[in-house]
Structures are given as structure tokens and as C-alpha cells.
């Protein structure tokens, strides 16, 4: 029975050299990735949205060309209503004090962290997706 063998983008990952898996294999080309269009105006924002949220929603997608309007819409309104609840969550646990709110604060943000994530709003989600996220110029790079 022969071994198991990892899907090509796998082996790439762990691989030595862009073309090479890990075991010195040639790896198939991946081919040309298939782009969606991006959003060319700024869509409705759904009704639901408090300030925050709607903030939000201008600016992810007039800042992020990589947003496409058909795959990422529905990510991108449930990223804007997690805002939305962080918010509230972070007035509670500022006003009352409790741990309990707290608690809720911190898992807001990291589901909220997880979905900006998942949008490709983080340095290793743009090099994933091969998204130019801009860089800061670093000083002591010369």
C-alpha cells in the first residue's frame, strides 16, 4: 500500500524550494489563480449596521481592492456587525467592571481578529493570498 501522499500546496508550504517538496519532488505548477472582480463602488451597507460597524464598512471596502463583492460580501457584513458587538461589549466591561464582560470583550475580539483574518487583514493572510498589503517603510532597512 503506498504511503500517503500531502495535496501539492501542502508539500509547496513545507517545501525546500518553491518548485520542490520536502523530499526534493518536482511539484506541479500551480497555475494562473483565478480572480474574482472586485467591488467598483462601495455596496449598500445592510440595515443592521450601528456606527461603528458602518465606519467599518466604507472603509474595508474603499481601502481593500482584493474585496470581491460576490466570495467576500457576507464576510465582510458579519466582520462589521462582530465590530459592531465589540463595541457594546467594550462600553459594558468599561462601565460595570465585570468579569463576565470581560471575558465576552476578549472573545469578541479575537472572532473579530479571526474574520479580518479571514478577509486577508493581516500580515500573514495578505502573504497568503499574495495580497500587497502596504508596507511601512522601515527605518533602519536601508
Known sequence: MPGYLAPSELRRRRGRIHHLD???????????????PAAEKVPE??????????AMWLKLWEGCEWISRDADGH??????????????????ATRTGDARERRRLGALSRELGSELARLGLNPQASARFGAGAPQRPRPWAA
Not at 24 to 36: E, F, K, S, V
Not at 45 to 54: E, F, I, R, S, Y
Not at 75 to 92: Q, T, W
Open 22 to 36: 520536502s523530499g526534493g519532488r518536482n511539484l506541479p505548477d500551480p497555475g494562473p489563480a483565478a480572480t474574482l
Open 45 to 54: 451597507p445592510p440595515a443592521d449596521l450601528g456606527a461603528t460597524g458602518h
Open 75 to 92: 464576510a465582510v457584513a458579519k466582520a462589521c456587525r462582530l465590530a459592531d458587538d465589540l463595541e457594546i461589549a467594550r462600553c459594558r
